[in-house]
């Protein structure tokens, strides 16, 4: 061990320890806890064929994403591409190697390379492609992938508070991936907004011990950014004259039982948050680290590092709790969530769900939607019935790369409500106000039975 891990700057922090082709595993979810400083230094020091490993690769000119912007880079091992538009250009151009990993395996797989375990098992995208070519074995009747660990040449992660001996203090959401990142690296640079002395951290708060960290800077001129996701108004449907996101959020809002834990997915999913019904109580769990979520912020409330990369803007109630990424998908494989609200590309008839990519097109990966189809207790879409070219999207069986087989129970559309009774395939339980079963039939590619 180094007796001074303390560096005055970034660039001297990775003195000697760059060269090209090495691999570097990146904290930070989004762009909520990322290291700036060690990421504007890499980028300076020209290092070349990168492998980066990480939940993702920041935005376009911003994060991880910058060393896609001069080539630095020949792989990423990431869980979503997100709204990197140079990211997924490079992918579909062949310009880069892509290895994209469910989010909570990415999270265990770093947990596991720092902990000196060489592989585990899941359920996590059993019977898609991300598990094509990996060993398989059966316990208790169903269906596990092997997974194998990650080690990297170098981790760097950001954190709150640190002192000279490595010690590491998260803070919030800003926590994410970067404790398992910090274990993983065979050498660890951290950079912490307060740099303090041994002794002035309590302990029992310590998230990473020192023992991880080979050297540590205080960062500086933080921009701490806020990635928005842009939601789309679509067009209105007749009754109530309501957008079609509105329908289905407050149509899902419904399915909600007091006492749930529920995870609600970007986009549409997010909205059912803004109706749930009053004299119920539910807790929204957050994959990045996040459960308690109160549904009604107000400006004044909004915390920088509380925000969920690619959500909306969220705040803590009382009882709220944050914890690592690794921690939040335990959570959801293990069953301790009770219902996960997703989009949707396809869904087939039997209740497998595409919502991940479209191949030779859009690229955005699977994100946590894999753990959670293959981990929580029920799984509902929300999703228009039709493309916007007018083909059927609920079907016999889906055309894309599936998320997860037979894993949907609820379907719900702009037009009306499906059931899936595992081995009977589709049963339609409702048609919203306006809506005929005829122009249901039109617009679904797949027989079902109607119980109205």
């Known amino acids: 061990m180094a007796l001074n891990k303390v560096f005055p700057d970034a660039k001297s922090a990775l003195a000697g320890l760059l060269h090209d082709d090495m691999s570097i595993a990146a904290g930070g979810f989004g762009l909520?806890?990322?290291?700036?400083?060690?990421?504007?230094?890499?980028?300076?020091?020209?290092?070349?064929g990168l492998t980066i490993v990480g939940n993702n690769a920041g935005v376009d000119d911003f994060g991880m994403g910058l060393l896609l912007k001069t080539h630095q880079v020949k792989k990423v091992i990431a869980s979503y591409v997100g709204e990197n538009k140079e990211f997924e250009r490079q992918v579909l151009a062949h310009e880069l190697e892509l290895e994209l990993t469910p989010q909570g395996t990415l999270a265990e797989k770093l947990r596991a390379g720092g902990a000196g375990i060489p592989g585990f098992y899941t359920r996590t995208a059993v019977g898609?492609?991300?598990?094509?070519?990996?060993?398989?074995?059966?316990?208790?009747?169903?269906?596990?992938?092997?997974?194998?660990?990650?080690?990297?040449?170098?981790?760097?992660?950001?954190?709150?508070?640190?002192?000279?001996?490595?010690?590491?203090?998260?803070?919030?959401?800003?926590?994410?991936?970067?404790?398992?990142?910090?274990?993983?690296?065979?050498?660890?640079?951290?950079?912490?907004?307060?740099?303090?002395?041994?002794?002035?951290?309590?302990?029992?708060?310590?998230?990473?011990?020192?023992?991880?960290?080979?050297?540590?800077?205080?960062?500086?001129?933080?921009?701490?950014?806020?990635?928005?996701?842009?939601?789309?108004?679509?067009?209105?449907?007749?009754?109530?004259?309501?957008?079609v996101r509105e329908v289905l959020a407050m149509r899902a809002a419904k399915e909600l039982k007091d006492g749930f834990y529920v995870n609600l997915g970007i986009g549409i999913p997010t909205l059912v948050a803004n109706y749930i019904p009053e004299d119920i109580h539910v807790t929204l769990q957050s994959e990045n680290g996040l459960m308690g979520i109160?549904?009604?912020?107000?400006?004044?409330?909004?915390?920088?590092?509380?925000?969920?990369?690619?959500?909306?803007?969220?705040?803590?109630?009382?009882?709220?709790?944050?914890?690592?990424?690794?921690?939040?998908?335990?959570?959801?494989?293990?069953?301790?969530?009770?219902?996960s609200i997703l989009g949707g590309l396809e869904v087939a008839e039997n209740g497998d769900l595409a919502n991940w990519m479209v191949p030779g097109k859009m690229v955005k990966g699977p994100g946590g939607a894999m753990d959670l189809v293959s981990g929580v207790g029920r799984v509902i879409v929300l999703m228009e019935h039709a493309s916007k070219h007018g083909e059927p999207k609920i079907l016999k069986s889906c055309s894309l790369p599936i998320t997860g087989r037979a894993v949907v129970n609820t379907i719900i559309t702009e037009l009306c409500v499906f059931q899936v009774e595992p081995g009977a395939g589709l049963v339609l339980t409702e048609l919203h106000e306006g809506v005929t079963l005829e122009q249901v039939r039109a617009k679904t590619g797949c027989d079902f039975r109607v119980a109205l």
């Open 32 to 48: 909520c806890g990322i290291p700036e400083n060690l990421i504007e230094a890499l980028v300076d020091s020209g290092a070349k």
């Open 294 to 339: 109160g549904p009604f912020p107000t400006e004044d409330t909004v915390d920088a590092d509380l925000i969920n990369a690619g959500k909306q803007t969220i705040t803590t109630l009382p009882g709220s709790s944050t914890f690592s990424s690794a921690d939040s998908f335990a959570m959801i494989r293990g069953g301790h969530v009770d219902l």
């Open 128 to 243: 898609t492609l991300l598990a094509e070519g990996k060993p398989t074995r059966e316990f208790k009747g169903r269906e596990y992938v092997l997974e194998e660990a990650i080690q990297t040449d170098l981790s760097i992660v950001k954190a709150w508070k640190g002192d000279t001996l490595g010690n590491l203090v998260f803070r919030k959401t800003a926590r994410n991936f970067n404790p398992m990142v910090a274990t993983c690296g065979r050498i660890t640079v951290a950079e912490v907004e307060e740099l303090v002395q041994p002794g002035e951290l309590d302990p029992d708060s310590v998230h990473t011990p020192g023992i991880y960290v080979d050297r540590i800077i205080q960062g500086k001129n933080y921009q701490k950014r806020i990635e928005f996701r842009t939601l789309t108004g679509g067009h209105h449907v007749d009754h109530h004259h309501l957008s």
